[in-house]
């Protein structure tokens, strides 16, 4: 009768582990997806002086 509550026990745990990695797995999921979704249009606000060179801020 023990060796059934130690196999209820096991069974139980290992219930426990699946569910607790499969809301990792959905919230990373989520994450990725969301990160992934659309590229975000980034704005080069500088400008290069043809006499020096340097590159500057464009106003």
Same mark, same amino acid.
């Given at each position: 009768?023990?060796? /059934?509550v130690g196999f209820a /026990?096991? !069974? =139980? !745990? @290992? +219930? @426990?582990? @699946?569910? @607790? /990695?499969? &809301? $990792?797995?959905? &919230?990373? !999921? *989520?994450? /990725?997806? *969301? =990160?992934? =979704?659309?590229?975000? &249009?980034? $704005?080069?606000?500088?400008?290069? #002086?043809? =006499?020096? !060179?340097? +590159?500057? #801020?464009?106003?």
């Amino acid at each position: 009768m023990s060796h /059934l509550v130690g196999f209820a /026990l096991i !069974g =139980a !745990g @290992v +219930y @426990v582990v @699946v569910q @607790v /990695l499969k &809301r $990792e797995m959905t &919230r990373v !999921g *989520e994450i /990725l997806h *969301e =990160a992934n =979704a659309k590229p975000v &249009r980034v $704005e080069i606000r500088m400008e290069r #002086d043809p =006499a020096t !060179g340097v +590159y500057r #801020d464009r106003r």
